[in-house]
């Protein structure tokens, strides 16, 4: 079983830049693949970001692709977001996730077998 906690959300001006962490504890970090959702109020959960287990692949919403960065250090137990050039749509919850099976789509939330408290990310415009 795997324990994830969130951080490093926020208040944010329009433009400005988060970094989430998502640390997880349990064993063996690296046999999971890992990823980013968020949840406006009154809106479904949504894709934001994955990652493959060893880091060599990543996947990304359209929304978010070119703006958002996802990266993991598996010495570290530890899942990353990095979010630039915030706008005020990507203001949500935001939720990290991990996965044991492979195949599949990285942005069903039905894939993902654990999940993460959440953190809150608020972007002023």
């Known amino acids: 079983q795997v324990q994830l906690v969130e951080s490093g959300g926020g208040l944010v001006q329009a433009g400005g830049s988060l970094r989430l962490s998502c640390a997880a504890s349990?064993?063996?970090?690296?046999?999971?693949?890992m990823g980013w959702f968020r949840q406006a109020p009154g809106k479904e959960r949504e894709f934001v970001a994955a990652?493959?287990?060893?880091?060599?692949?990543?996947y990304y919403a359209d929304s978010v692709k070119g703006r958002f960065t996802i990266s993991r250090d598996n010495a570290k137990n530890t899942v990353y977001l990095q979010m630039n050039s915030l706008k005020p749509e990507d203001t949500a919850v935001y939720y990290c996730?991990?996965?044991?099976?492979?195949?599949?789509?990285?942005?069903?939330?039905?894939?993902?077998?654990?999940w993460g408290q959440g953190t809150q990310v608020t972007v002023s415009s």
């Open positions: 996730a991990a996965r044991r099976s492979y195949g599949g789509s990285y942005s069903y939330t039905g894939q993902y077998d654990y």
């Open positions: 990652i493959s287990r060893s880091g060599g692949s990543t």
């Open positions: 349990g064993r063996a970090f690296s046999s999971y693949a």
